[in-house]
């Protein structure tokens, strides 16, 4: 009789628990290191990481911010319609002030108030129904693992 199956098992179950206990370890990690913040891309919300200390340069997802969220680099939005947007209302509402207008519909906002640019993102994503994207205009670093 062949009693390979039951060491082989045994191999696998071992090897299983140390993977799934190395991937909380790293799990735990990111939490001390990153803090969760959600974007409007496209009409979709994503979750970014946002690094705490402005010396981690460590990928955290595909989002990954360089910036801290006290920064204040501005805020990238478009609007599903821009019909009967009132653009100086969304500033004087929200303490942004307009750059520029892209050719492809994104606004770019400065910065002004006392808030950080992802409170910004935050405020606008609860009470703007009109809005398809908003963002912090952050560099972002879209490098494939």
Known sequence: MN?????????????????????KTDIKMAEKTYTEAIILDEGIKRI????????ITSKASTYEAIQTPSKKEGVM???????GI?????EAKYGLKLQEK???????FENISDKSDMEIVQ???????????????????NIPR
């Not at 039951?6 to 799934?20: Q, R």
């Not at 892209?102 to 770019?108: D, F, K, S």
């Not at 405020?123 to 670093?141: H, L, Q, R």
Request: net charge positive; glycine share 4%.
């Open 3 to 23: 009693k390979t199956p039951l060491p082989l098992a045994i191999l696998l179950f071992l090897l299983g628990s140390t993977f799934a206990i190395s991937d």
């Open 48 to 55: 970014i990481h946002v690094p705490k200390d402005a010396n």
């Open 86 to 90: 009132s653009i100086g209302a969304f």
């Open 123 to 141: 405020d606008i994503i609860k009470n703007e129904s009109a809005v398809k994207t908003v963002k912090p205009n952050w560099e972002k670093k």
């Open 102 to 108: 892209l050719a492809i519909g994104y606004y770019i």
């Open 77 to 83: 939005v478009s609007f599903r319609k821009t019909d």
